[in-house]
Every structure is written in C-alpha cells, then in structure tokens.
C-alpha cells in the first residue's frame, strides 16, 4: 500500500530526478546500465572483505547493525515509463545507502528523520507525506526530539546536499565514507538511538569476512 502509493504520486518529480541524472556523468551511467540492489547483485561477503572505513564495510556493518537485508523493496507497479519507473526502484534501492551514508537506524524516529531529508534533497511527495504524518505514531518526548533536533538537520543537510539519485553506489564500495560524505556536503545528525551496539555489528561483519576468506577462490 505505502509503496503502491509513492508510485502514484511520485509522478511529477519522477522527470525532474531523471534531469538530475542525466546532467551526471554518474547519473548517465546509471540510467545506461540500469543496476539493481538485492543479495544476488549485491557480494556482501565481499565488501565485509574491504577494509574499515570503506563505505562496502560500512555499509555491511549497518545492515548487520540494524538486523535488515536489501530484499525488502517493492517493485514499481504503477510508473508507465520504463525510465521513470527504474528512476523510482533506484531511489527505492538506494534508500538503505543513505541510511548508511547519514548514520541513521531503522527505528521510527530515524526513518522520520530520513524521510525529511529526503524530501529536501529529491522532493518525492510520499517522503514528505510519511514525515508530515509519521510523527504521530511518536511518545510526546521522541516527537519533541524529532522536531528540536533532527528535523534542523535534515531539511538542511538534505536540501543543500548532492542530489543522491545521481550517485552510482556500487562503483564506491571501496571509496573511504567519510570522504564520500565531504563530497557530498553530508554531515552526521544528532546522535540517534540504536538497539545494537557497534561493536557487536563490526564483530559480525568480521566473522562473516573471516568465514567468506576461507572459501577457495576468495578473492575481492
């Protein structure tokens, strides 16, 4: 349902991103060969290999942190062109990515907090509608928090950020974050809350490295 309906009323933006995209070398080369974010496309046993620091590693350890897999996105169903419908499963993809990029969990403030930076930085309705309406499902002190502190954050880390859209992903697993984040104009926001420790999601990254280096043929 939540997906059906960013379909339908992503329409308007949808041509305005493609524009993005096409004034990106980057941008150009996505739409060219059209990738995919899943397990299949995605050796998470070897960015667990990349070194600590690379946004790969980074972002093997988020998703060990926060318990998710990047299988869990919905196919566009109702975008007729073929371009803009990829445009929209490409910002659907990448949503864990900038997930990654920011530092943010997946509990429900941080995802609120995600979905106002992302309105500011593509401008999807159903971004803004889930963080005008979201915040309801808030105890009084987390909604408090929301609006002091996070919101500031991401409508301006958001708004005067690189359009991420344009962003080929996948050629910079090896590129270290915290440059990628400067090249971005991205800053870390408030400290958020998460139900895992770090450490814990590194050790988990590094057992899974260690288990993929015994394999044969293990190479990056």
């Given at each position: ?183 971005f104009g991205i800053w870390d926001p408030p400290e958020p809350r998460w139900s895992r ?24």
């Amino acid at each position: 349902m939540v997906a059906a309906l960013g379909d339908l009323t992503s329409g308007p933006v949808l041509p305005r991103l493609r524009e993005a995209m096409l004034e990106s070398a980057e941008g150009r080369q996505i739409l060219k060969e059209r990738p995919r974010v899943n397990s299949e496309t995605v050796d998470m046993n070897k960015l667990a290999m990349l070194p600590e620091g690379t946004f790969g590693n980074a972002y093997v350890t988020w998703l060990e942190r926060c318990g998710v897999t990047p299988d869990t996105r919905e196919p566009v169903h109702y975008v007729d062109d073929p371009e803009l419908a990829y445009v929209m499963q490409r910002y659907r993809e990448s949503h864990d990515f900038y997930h990654c990029l920011c530092g943010l969990p997946v509990n429900v403030e941080s995802e609120l907090a995600l979905k106002f930076f992302e309105f500011a930085n593509l401008g999807l309705p159903m971004a803004g509608f889930a963080a005008a309406f979201g915040h309801l499902r808030l105890t009084h002190a987390k909604r408090e928090r929301l609006f002091r502190e996070f919101v500031p954050w991401a409508v301006k880390c958001g708004g005067s950020a690189q359009s991420l859209i344009t962003v080929y992903w996948e050629n910079r697993w090896e590129q270290n974050i915290a440059d990628m984040k400067k090249e971005f104009g991205i800053w870390d926001p408030p400290e958020p809350r998460w139900s895992r420790p770090l450490s814990e999601a590194k050790a988990a990254a590094a057992k899974r490295a260690a288990a993929y280096a015994q394999q044969p043929s293990s190479t990056l």
